[in-house]
């Protein structure tokens, strides 16, 4: 069952969002390189994707002194060799790479959401970065009325857990929005974020969901060109089930 978000940055302040449907964009700037290499589980925990760690292991062979020799010379101590183990690592599939690429999106994309409604003179072009199509409309809307009505953010959300559902690596036909897409489901913690007014009261019901999950579809226009650094949020909507353990 999906819900309406309030303060997990998926549709507040306008628009129905929904993951399949995805229209054409303006183009978006590119962003800095950021390549990831994922386990096999797709899954990544608090906004740090697993990273499998080679270890060297050093087997150190040491000989003892032979004895002394009879005419007193001193004796020779044999050489201590070394020999390193090697270990190699399975490259990722292009379906895994693109998971690990977009779910990497999404955590930029709440972390940029952030700064945008902490810095009201922040502009609001970074949002063509990380959000595109109807959740780039959206999020314009969303923040204009938020600056508009004299409210900012104070505190930070922390996305916890992120668990690609699917993976789609169609690219035929672009103009139209069949691009590659990933769905992933976020869960969220904004028990330390907060919304304030001018007088600096606090605006959030005292009843809102401090923890949560959201599934956004995160979608490459720039594939062709951009296939890991050109994937940018398209819609997302609150999902209802039991938060994830933090």
């Known amino acids: 069952m999906l819900r309406r978000s309030h303060f997990n940055g998926s549709i507040d302040g306008g628009g129905e969002l929904g993951g399949s449907a995805i229209g054409a964009p303006s183009a978006a700037p ?5 390549r990831w290499q994922i386990d096999p589980a797709m899954t990544f925990t608090r906004g740090v994707l697993s990273l499998t760690t080679a270890v060297l292991l050093l087997a150190v062979v040491a000989a003892c002194g032979s004895d002394p020799d009879p005419d007193g010379a001193p004796s020779t101590s044999p050489s201590i060799t070394s020999s390193p ?3 190699s690592s399975t490259p990722a599939t292009p379906k895994e790479q693109a998971g ?4 990497a999106a999404t955590v930029l994309y709440y972390a ?3 700064e945008l409604r902490q810095d009201a003179t922040a502009p609001l072009s970074r949002l063509d ?3 595109v199509g109807t959740q780039l409309s959206a999020q314009e809307k969303f923040l204009t009325n938020q600056r508009d009505g004299g409210l ?3 505190g930070d959300t922390k996305v916890i857990e992120t668990k690609v559902q699917s993976i789609s690596l169609d690219n035929s036909d672009p103009a139209s929005g069949r691009v590659p897409t990933v769905t992933i489901d976020v869960c969220w913690d904004v028990s330390n974020a907060d919304l304030m007014d001018s007088s600096g ?3 959030v019901a005292a009843d809102r969901a401090d923890r949560g999950w959201t599934r956004l579809t995160v979608a490459n226009y720039s594939w062709d060109s ?3 650094n050109g994937w940018r949020v398209a819609g997302g909507e609150d999902l209802e089930k039991k938060p994830c353990d933090g």
Request: glycine content about 0%.
């Open 30 to 34: 590119p962003r800095p390189s950021r």
């Open 129 to 131: 970065s990380v959000a």
């Open 85 to 87: 183990s090697t270990t």
């Open 201 to 203: 009261e606090s605006v």
């Open 112 to 114: 940029t959401i952030d």
């Open 152 to 154: 900012l953010q104070v």
């Open 226 to 228: 951009e296939p890991e």
């Open 100 to 103: 690990a690429d977009a779910s």
